[in-house]
T-cell receptor, first 110, second 116 residues
Framework: KQEVTQIPAALSVPEGENLVLNCSFT??????LQWFRQDPGKGLTSLLL?????REQTSGRLNASLDKSSGRSTLYIAASQPGDSATYLC?????????FGPGTRLSVLP | GAGVSQSPSNKVTEKGKDVELRCDPI?????LYWYRQSLGQGLEFLIY????????KSGLPSDRFSAERTGGSVSTLTIQRTQQEDSAVYLC??????????????FGPGTRLLVL
């Protein structure tokens, strides 16, 4: 069964800290992995997409890595800001089927 | 349009009634997805449309759920004889495949369904 897990479930950090969110997937036969952000009461915003042939993607203060062999992806956020507070979800794409993790709820304290 | 739109934004209905949820994808996007997010839970894949191909219905939780995509654009998710456990946020997403399995998914704001 294809499953995606995320650790930690919740994280609270002071402003300015660098942090890492973890995503693990049981089936390494993914086509790509995508990280999303969800703000309370709103839909998902795509952050980064890593194809299976890639190792990492960067966008601004965000860097996502992918290690298919170990079934892991990480999202690194540099110099966190209160505006980064949200729930972060990762999703593995297995062709037509997308499997989402439960998310990590991040709070960045001013 | 500029993004994926969904309507209604909120829907309250009585148990046993039918509801229809609408999704208008980004113009030109051939792939359309429906997901469900129950309170405190992760996203659950429901159904996937790609162009004129038969949809992948593998995620639909029961035969009370059905979806259509007319003219390769707008999609309607229908829930018949709603139950209280159907209460959730229903999210729609679209993407442009362009020869690959998938590219970035763009999500709508969701429809919050409450079944009393």
């Amino acid at each position: 069964k294809q499953e995606v897990t995320q650790i930690p479930a919740a994280l609270s950090v002071p402003e300015g800290e660098n942090l890492v969110l973890n995503c693990s997937f049981t089936d390494s036969a993914i086509y790509n992995l995508q990280w999303f952000r969800q703000d309370p009461g709103k839909g998902l915003t795509s952050l980064l997409l890593i194809q299976s042939s890639q190792r990492e993607q960067t966008s601004g203060r965000l860097n996502a890595s992918l290690d298919k062999s170990s079934g892991r992806s990480t999202l690194y956020i540099a110099a966190s800001q209160p505006g980064d507070s949200a729930t972060y979800l990762c999703a593995g794409n297995y062709g037509q089927n997308f499997v989402f993790g439960p998310g990590t709820r991040l709070s960045v304290l001013p | 349009g500029a993004g994926v739109s969904q309507s209604p934004s909120n829907k309250v209905t009585e148990k046993g009634k039918d509801v229809e949820l609408r999704c208008d994808p980004i113009s030109g996007h051939t792939a359309l997805y429906w997901y469900r997010q129950s309170l405190g839970q992760g996203l659950e894949f429901l159904i996937y449309f790609q162009g004129n191909s038969a949809p992948d219905k593998s995620g639909l939780p029961s035969d009370r759920f059905s979806a259509e995509r007319t003219g390769g654009s707008v999609s309607t998710l229908t829930i018949q004889r709603t139950q209280q456990e159907d209460s959730a946020v229903y999210l729609c997403a679209s993407s442009s495949l362009r020869g690959e399995w998938s590219r970035t998914q763009y999500f709508g704001p969701g429809t919050r369904l409450l079944v009393l």
